[in-house]
């Protein structure tokens, strides 16, 4: 993939950004729901709990999530930074991609199984819990950017700067 244009780049970062952090919000706002559900004796409370973590993984997780893999993924394609340069880069795409499918697959049946038979467990409070320290733990490496290159960033940057060497010996220019 050819390199995204500076204001494309800016614009997807920005929306990036809010994605994810939506995403994060969203999974603290489902815990909060999941605690009082388990928490309360009360089946009023328990029923409204539940009815609005369905609607929030129905109407809100899954594209979320979706637009969060996306826009990282054409983030890292489309910069220097790229997939499997960087081990933070890697790890956040395997990260994303996993709490993706488990959200999915996992967390919004579990709340619309809740929400249909009004019985609540603790995998109501467990999955968000899990989803909100994930979802943290990605956005610090993505400040941090922590344990640099992959084998194949390093094969990529030896390759890069041994090819400047020979150019910058050569008298003749290169294509």
Do not use: C, E
């Not at 994605?19 to 004796?41: E, K, N, P, Q, R």
């Not at 993984?57 to 993924?73: M, Q, Y």
């Amino acid at each position: 993939m050819k390199p995204l244009k500076r204001p494309v780049r800016r614009g997807l970062l920005v929306a990036h950004v809010a994605v994810s952090v939506s995403w994060l919000g969203l999974t603290v706002g489902l815990l909060a729901l999941g605690i009082t559900a388990f928490t309360t004796g009360d089946p009023a409370t328990v029923g409204a709990a539940t009815r609005a973590m369905k609607i929030f993984g129905d109407w809100l997780v899954v594209p979320v999530a979706l637009l969060a893999l996306v826009t990282g993924l054409v983030l890292a394609l489309g910069t220097p930074w790229g997939l499997a340069r960087h081990r933070w880069v890697w790890t956040k795409f395997w990260l994303t991609l996993i709490t993706t499918g488990l959200s999915i697959f996992s967390l919004r049946p579990g709340s619309d199984a809740a929400a249909a038979d009004g019985a609540v467990d603790i995998n109501l409070v467990v999955a968000p819990s899990v989803a909100s320290g994930t979802y943290l733990f990605i956005t610090a490496i993505s400040i941090l950017k922590p344990w640099g290159l992959t084998r194949r960033g390093r094969r990529l940057r030896f390759s890069a700067s041994s090819a400047k060497s020979v150019d910058a010996r050569s008298p003749r220019q290169t294509a």
